[in-house]
């Protein structure tokens, strides 16, 4: 629906960050200045890795000498990282994947926009718009062709297939299950769910939906991390809701541990 904007909790739920046109802002146990040009941050092995908009990664490592320029191979482009098994694994090109950790590179026998890590592998979001998972067999195994959209969440992968959405378990990704009650809806977190026509519904663990939140703009993106919630508006506004233990929900407020409904957070929203 969006593309520039992504927001996510990481570090075990004690950080999240927003980035807002490359732009990014970050809250709780993630200390960073300001930078343009961002296209994603991820955490792995005592460090954080953030990945430019040109193909380049900055390392901030949470030992002395924080600021180190990541080199992975002049001649390819980094155009996604994701991490696994507590280490980072890259994609070049939309073709190759390194793997730091073993120092290993893959090429892929396809075209690949995105990668998700998974508990025993990578699930691959590739060009054609299709699922594909690859585990240490490096065996790739299709899980659905013809996806619309993919969202994730600490645990889980929601993909759409037309009207269909489906879910995940990162731990097992490769048995998807159709959430019969989410149809029409295109952006899934756990708990929420987002029609392309900004209308936001609240689902429960059977994926059943018993509720409709109102919002006095239209939204545009919804994100959760399990009870903790955010939703962004037409105009930027990030609205937040839920569980703030570890300041979740960026309110820089240690005192507020719960908000009962959805309130402008200005501090992460665009315009802040």
Do not use: C
């Not at 195994?141 to 378990?169: H, M, P, R, W």
């Amino acid at each position: 629906m969006i593309n520039w904007v992504k927001l996510q909790i990481i570090k075990n739920g004690t950080a999240g960050y927003v980035i807002w046109d490359g732009r990014l802002i970050t809250w709780g146990n993630l200390i960073l200045p300001i930078l343009n040009n961002v296209h994603k941050v991820t955490i792995s092995s005592h460090k954080t890795q953030i990945l430019h908009n040109n193909g380049t990664v900055t390392v901030v490592s949470d030992f002395p000498a924080p600021w180190k320029p990541q080199k992975i191979d002049s001649n390819h482009l980094i155009t996604d990282i994701e991490t696994l098994y507590g280490s980072a694994v890259y994609l070049l090109d939309n073709k190759y994947l390194f793997y730091e950790s073993s120092n290993k590179w893959v090429e892929l026998s396809m075209n690949v926009n995105k990668i998700i890590g998974a508990d025993n592998g990578i699930v691959l979001w590739t060009s054609r718009n299709n699922l594909v998972y690859l585990g240490d067999s490096e065996i790739p195994l299709v899980i659905a062709k013809g996806v619309k959209y993919v969202n994730e969440t600490t645990d889980y992968i929601f993909y759409t297939l037309e009207e269909s959405v489906y879910i995940i378990q990162k731990d097992n990704p490769t048995y998807p299950h159709q959430l019969l009650d989410l149809e029409g809806f295109l952006i899934i977190t756990e708990q929420l769910a987002l029609s392309d026509g900004g209308l936001v519904a609240v689902w429960n663990t059977n994926g059943h939906v018993y509720d409709y939140i109102d919002f006095p703009r239209r939204i545009i993106y919804i994100y959760s991390h399990y009870d903790s919630h955010f939703a962004i508006d037409e105009t930027g506004d990030i609205w937040v809701w839920g569980s703030n233990i570890n300041d979740r929900l960026g309110l820089n407020d240690a005192s507020i541990l719960f908000i009962e409904t959805p309130i402008i957070n200005k501090r992460i929203s665009r315009h802040g």
